[in-house]
């Protein structure tokens, strides 16, 4: 999707947080709740997260987080296109936009943990299309049946 805004922050928005709410029901609805892993909004807000609404005009298309991890590594978190807006290239926008800001922060990986269920394989689809592979449980996780991870190398970072 061309011409795409991005604010930072910005989780005070009534349709931002529709949009999260829309989130965490979508996980609860394919997801056992103890293998739920998305962050809340008040979450979202913790120092070491970075938020960005992406937004079509007046229009908000889609959502995406990293998280900042020990190291040179960071976690996307909180991923999400705006059904309206699905198969409409905003993920592909928004998951480039966080990779170009974990970059600009020095990151040299960026690890995702999303869903083993089908409900999720568009998701794996797009990061494995953009050079994310299958790896370990990382972080704080556990390997468990409904959860897949994967990382990027970003090379070394000056």
Known sequence: MQDLRFIEGNLT???????????????????????????????????????????????????????????????????????????????????????????AEGLSQVYLETGSQAGFGAARQLYEANGFVYCGAFGDYEANPTSVFMVKDLGPQA
């Open 13 to 103: 928005d009534e349709n931002v947080v529709a949009l999260l709410q829309a989130h965490l029901r979508g996980m609860a609805e394919i997801t056992p709740p103890e293998f739920i892993f998305a962050l809340s909004i008040d979450d979202l807000k913790a120092a070491d997260v970075r938020f960005w609404s992406a937004w079509h005009g007046a229009h908000l298309v889609g959502c995406g987080a990293l998280r900042r991890m020990a190291g040179a590594s960071g976690e996307i978190k909180s991923m999400r296109t705006a059904t309206p807006y699905l198969r409409r290239g905003v993920g592909q926008a928004m998951l480039q936009y966080i990779l170009a800001a974990a970059m």
